[in-house]
């Protein structure tokens, strides 16, 4: 998305500022401005979209790409619908595939698609019923949290006890809320590979062991196993930037101003009135308003408004951008790779690796068998190709890496980046009938079609503290101290928090921004 018209110079008055045009931002945007209030949102870079956006990374090569963000699933439908956004997502034909050798022989585990093909792949890796029906019991607890929760997150915030009597499951309010994850999974499951299967749902850009009693990791899986009342994670059609074209495209309809390459330096504020002072490369500007909405991170809110910095938040993982020329051949001659690729790619993600590759992290040392996840978008969404590109049956392949938080980088960022890299695929190339690098496509200048952005890249770009995909760790979707009626409330009465570190932030949502937009609209001085 290009650069749009900026405020005029000189102190203008506006009903609202928000500061960043992330997805959140946007939906806040959209909301307000079709409320009839007067908006300005006031972007750093040249473009709207923050982290979800659609980019093509590798020159001369027509593949448009979701560059950092990638699925959808805690996007809730009522924000599509509100604001009319010209906006698909499909559902991916399969959930997971996870390589194994059981008895010397390749094999793998695929769920998804067909009820009877996932009961056959779990008798084929576990030799028996158990594993199967212990998934079906657990994702049957889950997927009833998952229904009485995901409302909630469009409401105001429930407390504690409110939400635990709407859960009303008790083994399911212990499983998710009170232990640590890795009590059920173990109590579930007994398959090593299984058990790690269900545990990488804990793990998205979370650095925690499945034990770990702060219950990070609990927080992180809830949100993976809510979205939209079932869980289902699904591709957006066009990629992400479609999400946040069509979110400018609302907001700008409505009549939002978006000002890109407008950096905001300072907010100043007495409660009732604030005015945003901004930069750009032709100088300073400022902006009056009743309200602030803050999309960018709960750290550069403080710095903005002069405040003690919030507790540092550092993210863990290694996002890989691919495009090949084929999908590479399984050693696994079961499965085609069209079904294994199509969904989650587990490797090295069993339970047992997956708590190796946490110790050695937490150790400060970059794990042996670094964990990781892979998806092909374009199975999916053949749209992101080229016509040309899609008829010689090139596809896009992303990998997420867990366990590599961003302390791994701080000395010598580019020898551990590469090191982990070559360490990650070398891990997939174990399970493959060729290597990947055989597969890889090339640009225009002759390069391999291959990017890697660690948390410290993303913070660079993005300006994510410490590379955290969240802002900061996600918080459970109640009230706690300090927590206001919507969640995005902050210490000064018209500033308020709306991208993914207000409380029930994180992932692709739209939901902080929702519940902002809420907030101001509810508020008497609106």
Same mark, same amino acid.
């Given at each position: 998305m290009?650069?749009?018209?900026?405020?005029?110079?000189?102190?203008?008055?506006?009903?609202v500022?928000i500061?960043?045009?992330?997805?959140?931002?946007?939906?806040?945007?959209a909301?307000?401005?079709?409320?009839?209030?007067?908006?300005l949102?006031?972007?750093?870079l040249?473009?709207?979209?923050?982290?979800?956006?659609?980019?093509?990374?590798?020159?001369g090569?027509?593949?448009?790409?979701s560059?950092?963000?990638?699925?959808?699933s805690?996007?809730?439908?009522?924000i599509v619908?509100?604001?009319g956004?010209?906006?698909?997502?499909?559902?991916?034909?399969?959930?997971?595939?996870?390589?194994?050798?059981?008895?010397g022989?390749?094999?793998?585990?695929?769920?998804?698609?067909?009820?009877r093909?996932?009961?056959a792949?779990f008798?084929?890796?576990?030799?028996?019923?158990?594993?199967?029906?212990?998934?079906?019991?657990?994702?049957?607890?889950?997927?009833?949290?998952?229904?009485?929760?995901?409302?909630?997150?469009?409401e105001?915030?429930?407390t504690?006890?409110?939400?635990r009597?709407?859960?009303?499951?008790?083994?399911a309010?212990?499983?998710?809320f009170?232990?640590?994850?890795?009590?059920?999974?173990?109590?579930y499951?007994?398959?090593?590979?299984?058990?790690?299967?269900v545990?990488?749902?804990?793990?998205?850009g979370?650095?925690?062991?499945?034990?770990?009693?702060?219950?990070?990791?609990?927080?992180?899986?809830?949100?993976?196993?809510?979205?939209?009342g079932?869980g289902?994670?699904?591709?957006?059609?066009?990629?992400?930037?479609?999400?946040?074209?069509a979110?400018?495209?609302a907001?700008?309809?409505?009549?939002?101003?978006?000002?890109?390459?407008?950096?905001?330096?300072?907010?100043?504020t007495?409660?009732?009135?604030?005015?945003?002072?901004?930069?750009?490369e032709?100088?300073?500007g400022?902006?009056? /308003?009743?309200?602030?909405?803050?999309g +960018?991170s @709960?750290? %550069?809110?403080?710095?903005? #408004?002069g =405040?003690?910095?919030? !507790?540092?938040?550092?993210?863990?993982?290694?996002?890989?951008n691919?495009?090949?020329?084929?999908?590479?051949?399984?050693r696994?001659?079961?499965?085609?790779?069209?079904?294994?690729?199509?969904?989650t790619?587990?490797?090295?993600e069993?339970?047992?690796?997956?708590?190796?590759a946490?110790?050695?992290?937490?150790?400060?040392?970059?794990?042996?068998a670094?964990?990781a996840?892979?998806?092909?978008?374009s199975?999916t969404?053949?749209?992101?190709?080229?016509?040309?590109?899609?008829?010689?049956?090139h596809?896009?392949?992303?990998?997420?890496g867990?366990?590599?938080?961003a302390?791994?980088f701080?000395?010598?960022?580019?020898?551990?980046?590469?090191?982990?890299?070559?360490?990650?695929? /070398?891990?997939?190339?174990?399970q493959l +009938?060729? @290597?990947? %690098?055989?597969?890889?496509? #090339?640009? =225009?200048d002759?390069? !391999?079609c291959?990017?890697?952005?660690?948390p410290?890249?993303?913070?660079?770009?993005?300006r994510l503290?410490?590379?955290?995909?969240?802002?900061?760790?996600?918080a459970?979707?109640?009230?706690?101290d300090?927590?206001?009626?919507?969640?995005?409330?902050?210490?000064?009465?018209?500033?308020?928090?709306?991208?993914?570190?207000?409380?029930?932030?994180?992932?692709?949502?739209?939901?902080?921004?929702?519940?902002a937009a809420?907030?101001?609209?509810e508020?008497?001085a609106?």
């Amino acid at each position: 998305m290009t650069t749009h018209r900026a405020p005029r110079r000189g102190t203008r008055r506006y009903d609202v500022v928000i500061v960043g045009a992330g997805h959140n931002g946007l939906v806040a945007a959209a909301y307000l401005a079709r409320a009839g209030r007067s908006v300005l949102v006031l972007e750093r870079l040249d473009r709207t979209g923050g982290a979800a956006v659609s980019t093509r990374p590798f020159a001369g090569v027509d593949a448009r790409l979701s560059r950092y963000s990638y699925l959808v699933s805690l996007l809730p439908t009522k924000i599509v619908r509100d604001l009319g956004l010209d906006f698909r997502r499909r559902p991916r034909t399969v959930s997971s595939y996870t390589p194994a050798e059981r008895a010397g022989r390749p094999t793998g585990l695929l769920v998804g698609g067909d009820e009877r093909r996932t009961r056959a792949s779990f008798a084929r890796l576990t030799g028996g019923e158990r594993e199967y029906a212990a998934w079906q019991r657990f994702y049957a607890m889950t997927g009833r949290v998952a229904r009485r929760v995901f409302p909630t997150l469009t409401e105001p915030l429930p407390t504690r006890a409110e939400l635990r009597r709407r859960v009303d499951d008790e083994p399911a309010w212990r499983a998710l809320f009170e232990e640590p994850i890795g009590v059920a999974v173990e109590e579930y499951f007994a398959d090593d590979l299984v058990r790690g299967v269900v545990l990488t749902d804990a793990l998205i850009g979370t650095f925690a062991d499945a034990h770990d009693p702060s219950l990070k990791q609990n927080r992180c899986f809830l949100y993976h196993v809510i979205g939209g009342g079932t869980g289902a994670w699904d591709v957006p059609v066009g990629g992400m930037g479609a999400l946040t074209d069509a979110l400018a495209a609302a907001a700008r309809t409505a009549g939002a101003v978006l000002a890109t390459g407008h950096e905001a330096v300072r907010i100043d504020t007495d409660g009732r009135t604030a005015e945003v002072t901004w930069r750009t490369e032709d100088g300073e500007g400022s902006a009056a /308003a009743r309200h602030v909405l803050v999309g +960018a991170s @709960p750290r %550069a809110l403080a710095e903005l #408004t002069g =405040a003690p910095p919030p !507790p540092p938040a550092e993210g863990a993982q290694l996002k890989v951008n691919m495009l090949l020329t084929r999908l590479p051949a399984l050693r696994d001659p079961a499965v085609d790779p069209r079904q294994a690729f199509a969904g989650t790619f587990h490797v090295a993600e069993g339970y047992r690796q997956l708590a190796a590759a946490h110790a050695q992290a937490a150790a400060g040392a970059a794990p042996a068998a670094p964990p990781a996840e892979l998806y092909c978008h374009s199975l999916t969404d053949p749209t992101i190709l080229g016509p040309d590109l899609a008829a010689r049956g090139h596809h896009t392949l992303t990998l997420f890496g867990l366990h590599t938080p961003a302390r791994l980088f701080a000395q010598d960022h580019d020898t551990v980046r590469d090191q982990l890299l070559e360490a990650t695929l /070398a891990q997939l190339d174990a399970q493959l +009938a060729e @290597p990947l %690098a055989d597969c890889l496509a #090339t640009d =225009a200048d002759g390069r !391999p079609c291959l990017e890697a952005k660690t948390p410290l890249d993303l913070e660079r770009d993005l300006r994510l503290p410490g590379g955290n995909i969240f802002h900061r760790e996600l918080a459970w979707p109640h009230t706690q101290d300090g927590t206001g009626r919507w969640g995005v409330e902050t210490p000064h009465p018209n500033i308020l928090l709306c991208g993914a570190g207000a409380v029930r932030g994180g992932g692709v949502s739209g939901v902080p921004g929702h519940n902002a937009a809420r907030a101001v609209l509810e508020s008497p001085a609106a």
